[in-house]
């Protein structure tokens, strides 16, 4: 995990409110902007992962630092 740059606190907290509140959110990933349910966010050897069930109902974990949200 040599190039996980930690995503800032005001992130983390939006990625918490979301999760306990039970809201979608629209994100960007890979150049694409969707829509996810994120369900949870945690961290594996010193990377955060964000948990989600995408558009297409399947749910996938992704490395928080490779999403952006879209505020």
Excluded: W
């Amino acid at each position: 995990m040599n190039d996980y740059q930690k995503i800032s606190c005001e992130d983390h907290s939006i990625y918490e409110l979301v999760i306990m509140r039970g809201y979608s959110m629209r994100v960007e990933i890979d150049g694409k902007v969707i829509r996810i349910k994120p369900t949870d966010i945690s961290t594996k050897s010193g990377a955060e992962f964000l948990t989600f069930t995408g558009e297409d109902g399947k749910i996938q974990e992704i490395r928080a630092d490779l999403v952006s949200i879209q505020k």
